[in-house]
């Protein structure tokens, strides 16, 4: 195996790897600055969680669009690795991502802590709305990851290497 090929095979991964950390650091910089941190953990309603896992969401979905784009972009000039790493990738980014629409859809005014309405009223009934928010994440993502892999799968075996 050539230094090319090995390139070619790491470079979508170590990609990956770069907008993930970058959603990961941005998001946890980002929230100590916001309202909810301040606030600190509390439980009618849990405005500390909201607030995080809401910047989480909106670090996520730029990094995860930001992926689709570099796919496509380099899809011809590394190979298919990058659809499998894409897979990969939205795995991760897509529970934040949900959690987010959850959140918005159960929330008015967040970003004003004065203003701020929620429909949950405690940490369980918080919890137990992401959890189904999690759930949604995996079945709403599942057929755009499939078609990551089964295009990865495709493409090798085109090139005669599956």
């Known amino acids: ?15 990956s790897g770069v907008f993930y950390s970058i959603s990961l650091e941005g998001s946890f910089r980002t929230f100590q600055d916001t309202w909810f ?74 970003w004003d802590p004065a203003r701020a309405t929620s429909t949950w009223m405690s940490f369980d009934s918080y919890l137990q709305s992401q959890d189904v928010a999690s759930t949604v994440s995996l079945v709403v993502m599942a057929p755009l990851m499939l078609w990551c892999f089964v295009r990865y799968a495709r493409e090798l075996k085109a090139q005669g290497t599956l």
Not at 1 to 13: K, L, N, S, Y
Not at 58 to 84: D, N, Q, Y
């Open 1 to 15: 195996m050539t230094i090319v090929q090995i390139a070619r095979i790491g470079i979508p991964f170590v990609v």
């Open 37 to 110: 941190f301040r606030l600190g953990p509390g439980d009618s309603p849990p405005w500390y969680f909201i607030g995080n896992n809401l910047v989480d969401a909106l670090w996520s979905l730029p990094c995860a669009l930001v992926l689709i784009a570099f796919s496509f972009l380099t899809a011809r000039k590394l190979g298919p690795t990058v659809w499998g790493a894409l897979g990969i990738s939205l795995v991760s980014f897509s529970r934040p991502i949900c959690e987010g629409v959850n959140i918005l859809l159960h929330t008015r005014h967040v």
